[in-house]
């Protein structure tokens, strides 16, 4: 019986993915079958992306919901590579820069929204990014203090560390892609 019903699920799962849309071949990332409704498109993955502008380095985080997909930080002299990779929906340029989750949680999936910190090197960036997709200015405030706590968050300490309070703990690595996921939240 369970054989039986692995097997018609397979059967079904197949079927899905061959008939689907878009031709990915991939039912999570074909969107399931979009259909286009003028302006509204039905079955379509969206994300928001946060941007974290700085005088050496741009963090660059990608969510859906409330969930960090994928981040990287990319240095100030690479600015070229993250706007191509924005423009052409090319993720796997950033890999050379990746801090958090995997380049393959956003393909095929369409970008909805950039937010960037209006702090450090924001107007020439904003500049930049328009006519993209939608921009919003957001404020950058305590931005930096949360991409602290997130860290802690994706990274637990262990040992002797539980007891030491999160103000006071410096994580191990640069969190300018955790700041730009604050920004998006």
């Not at 997909?69 to 890999?95: D, G, H, N, T």
């Not at 929204?113 to 305590?142: A, F, M, P, Q, V």
């Not at 300018?176 to 604050?182: G, K, S, T, V």
Request: aromatic share 8%; proline share 5%; hydrophobic share 35%.
């Amino acid at each position: 019986m369970v054989n039986r019903m692995a097997k018609t699920y397979k059967a079904a799962l197949t079927t899905a993915t061959r008939s689907s849309p878009g031709g990915s071949g991939n039912i999570l990332t074909s969107g399931c079958g979009c259909i286009q409704d003028g302006n509204l498109s039905r079955g379509v993955i969206w994300i928001k992306c946060g941007v974290d502008p700085g005088r050496y380095k741009i963090g660059v985080a990608f969510a859906e919901g409330d969930r960090l997909l994928f981040s990287a930080i990319v240095p100030k002299s690479s600015e070229e590579v993250l706007l191509q990779s924005l423009k052409e929906r090319e993720w796997k340029l950033l890999v050379p820069w990746i801090k958090e989750g995997d380049f393959k949680f956003i393909e095929g999936r369409t970008l909805e929204k950039i937010c960037i910190g209006n702090g450090t090197s924001s107007k020439e960036l904003t500049e930049l990014l328009s006519g993209i997709c939608e921009l919003e200015i957001t404020d950058e405030y305590r931005t930096t203090l949360r991409g602290r706590e997130l860290y802690w968050k994706l990274h637990p300490p262990r040992g002797v560390w539980k007891l030491v309070p999160t103000s006071l703990r410096i994580p191990p690595r640069d969190i300018d892609d955790l700041a730009a996921w604050a920004i998006i939240k």
